[in-house]
C-alpha cells in the first residue's frame, strides 16, 4: 500500500520531503510503514525511504544515567529509613526499546525503584552502610532480567543517600552513640586488666615483693580504678 500510494502521489513528493530522514550520531531509528516496521538504520547521515505511511521513531543508544527520587523504606529490622540510588544504563537492542515497550524510561524507573525498595527492606541500616559493594550488585542483577523486554543493559546501580526517616534519627543516633561508648569501655577494661595483670606477674618474677592475696587485689583494684577512671587520679597517703 505505502508503494501504491507513493506512486499514486509522485507529482507531491517534493512537497512531502520525498521520504527523507536524518540519524544521528549513536541513534538508532525504526522506521515504520502503515504501522509495519520494514528496516532499523543506526548509520548517521541523512536516508531516504518511501514516504506515504512512514513513521519515524529513534532512541538514543548513548550511555545514560538516571537518579531514582528518595524513598521511604523500611530496613530489615523495621526501621524507617530515606533512600536513593543512581542508574547507570544503556540501550543495546533498539528494536525492543521502540517497541516492546510504551515509555522506556517510565519503565526502566518504575522497575529500579521496585528493585531498589526489595533489596533495601532486606537488609539492616548498618548493612546497607557496611556492605554497599554486594548491595549494589545484588540491585543490579534482580534489575537486569526485569529490562531485557525494553533492550536496556545495566552498567551499575548503586545506592546515592542513606539515612533514618527524620522521626527516628534523633534515637538511632543516640542508640548509636550508647553503642560507641560501650564498645570504648569494653576495650578499657580488657586493656586495664592485662596491665594489671601483667603488674603482679612482673613484680613475682623479679621477686622485689612479696605479696599475699589480699595485697594483689589491693593492687589490681587500684590499677583498674587508675586506668578506667574518667578523671585523672588522685594520690594519696596512708598516715597508719
Same mark, same amino acid.
Given at each position: ?48 525511504? #518511501?514516504?506515504? +505511511?512512514? @513513521? /519515524?521513531?529513534?532512541? &538514543?543508544?548513548?550511555?545514560? =544515567?538516571?537518579?531514582?527520587?528518595? $524513598? ?75 529490562? #531485557?523486554?525494553? +533492550?536496556? @543493559? /545495566?552498567?551499575?546501580? &548503586?545506592?546515592?543517600?542513606? =539515612?533514618?526517616?527524620?522521626?527516628? $534519627? ?71
Amino acid at each position: 500500500m505505502s508503494y501504491a500510494l507513493t506512486a499514486a502521489c509522485l507529482p507531491l513528493l517534493p512537497l512531502m520531503g520525498c521520504g527523507f530522514y536524518t540519524v544521528d550520531a549513536r541513534t538508532e531509528s525504526a522506521i515504520l510503514h502503515m504501522g509495519v516496521l520494514t528496516s532499523m538504520q543506526s548509520e548517521p547521515g541523512v536516508h531516504c525511504t #518511501i514516504p506515504c +505511511g512512514q @513513521e /519515524i521513531r529513534t532512541v &538514543s543508544v548513548k550511555q545514560n =544515567a538516571m537518579e531514582l527520587p528518595m $524513598a521511604k523504606v523500611a530496613d530489615a529490622n523495621g526501621n524507617p529509613v530515606n533512600v536513593s540510588a543512581i542508574l547507570n544504563y544503556r540501550v543495546v537492542d533498539a528494536k525492543k526499546a521502540l517497541l516492546n515497550i510504551e515509555d522506556s524510561q517510565k519503565f526502566i524507573n518504575m522497575n529500579a525503584q521496585a528493585v531498589l525498595k526489595q533489596i533495601v527492606s532486606s537488609y539492616t541500616y548498618d548493612q546497607l552502610k557496611g556492605d554497599h559493594d554486594m548491595v549494589n550488585g545484588q540491585m543490579r542483577q534482580m534489575l537486569q532480567p526485569l529490562l #531485557i523486554t525494553a +533492550g536496556v @543493559e /545495566i552498567g551499575s546501580m &548503586s545506592l546515592n543517600d542513606l =539515612a533514618y526517616a527524620p522521626e527516628v $534519627a534523633a534515637a538511632m543516633l543516640k542508640r548509636q552513640q550508647a553503642k560507641a561508648l560501650v564498645d570504648a569501655r569494653t576495650l578499657i577494661v580488657e586493656g586495664a586488666v592485662r596491665i594489671a595483670q601483667d603488674a603482679i606477674i612482673k613484680l613475682e618474677e623479679e621477686g622485689t615483693v612479696q605479696m599475699d592475696d589480699d595485697q594483689k587485689v589491693k593492687i589490681v583494684t587500684n590499677l583498674l580504678t587508675v586506668t578506667c577512671s574518667d578523671s585523672d587520679a588522685t594520690p594519696t597517703v596512708s598516715l597508719s
